[in-house]
């Protein structure tokens, strides 16, 4: 049962473009925690290793990320306007957003130092605060004992198309063909790999938001608050 005198978390994990960030911030915002996007802090580690040359013909230099990982620090900048993520200080939350980044960071995530390095970052971030915490692993393995679980799911081509007026909107001259197999792909490969795999955590609650709008989506969370028997 979530009890306000103490820091509680919540965990979102579920697959690429399903509206996590949204459902994720205003969660944030309505309990007035903190909000992480785990995606974020993988992507800055991934625009890292591609600034670094260790992604040569779809491989990961494993023993030189290994080594230069030390030097890859990896942090937010909340402002007035929003959250940004900051790599060695630098603000690249536009570049993390791109496709070529998009398209490397299941080959970075799946290694295991990457992971073990994150997960131990993404545990030291909730220790003094109570955190929305999105991703796939963050209820199976960062926060296992997490007080909320969801795991957001909604139909592929529902996810592709909102990906894609995305990046149209920010102006990425991209086809809907190539963000939808850059989805699906991830699925796969985030589903499939060895490393904590994308997979629901058997005591979380599924949101389905195929034909959801985020207010509806908050409605079904104030729902959820409101019935104690579905959380821990
Ligand atoms: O949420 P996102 O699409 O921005 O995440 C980018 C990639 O990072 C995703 O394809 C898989 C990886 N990721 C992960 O392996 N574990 C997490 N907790 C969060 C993201």
Redesign the pocket.
């Known amino acids: 049962m979530v009890s306000p005198d103490r820091n509680i978390i919540i965990a979102i994990d579920g697959y690429?473009?399903c509206g996590?960030s949204t459902f994720a911030r205003a969660i944030a915002e309505r309990m007035n925690i903190t909000w992480i996007?785990?995606?974020?802090m993988?992507?800055a580690v991934t625009l890292a290793c591609m600034e670094r040359g260790l992604i040569r013909e779809g491989k990961l230099d494993e023993e030189r990320i290994e080594k230069e990982l030390k030097d890859i620090h990896i942090s937010f900048a909340r402002t007035g306007e929003g959250t940004l993520t900051l790599l060695n200080g630098a603000d690249v939350e536009e570049k993390i957003r791109s496709i070529e980044v998009s398209s490397n960071?299941?080959l970075v995530?799946k290694s295991g130092p990457v992971r073990r390095k994150l997960v131990s970052l993404q545990r030291e971030m909730a220790i003094n605060q109570s955190v929305v915490m999105?991703?796939?692993?963050?209820g199976t393995v960062?926060f296992p004992h997490a007080d909320i679980k969801i795991f957001m799911t909604a139909d592929p081509e529902i996810r592709a198309g909102r990906r894609y007026r995305e990046l149209r909107k920010k102006g990425t001259e991209v086809g809907f063909r190539e963000v939808r197999n850059n989805l699906i792909e991830?699925d796969r490969l985030?589903a499939t790999r060895s490393e904590?795999p994308l997979t629901r955590a058997p005591d979380s609650v599924v949101l389905d938001n195929s034909y959801m709008t985020p207010r509806q989506q908050l409605v079904w969370f104030e729902d959820l608050l409101s019935k104690p028997e579905s959380l821990k």
């Open positions: 690429s473009s996590k996007d785990s995606g974020a993988y992507r960071v299941s995530s999105e991703g796939r692993d963050i960062v991830r985030d904590s």
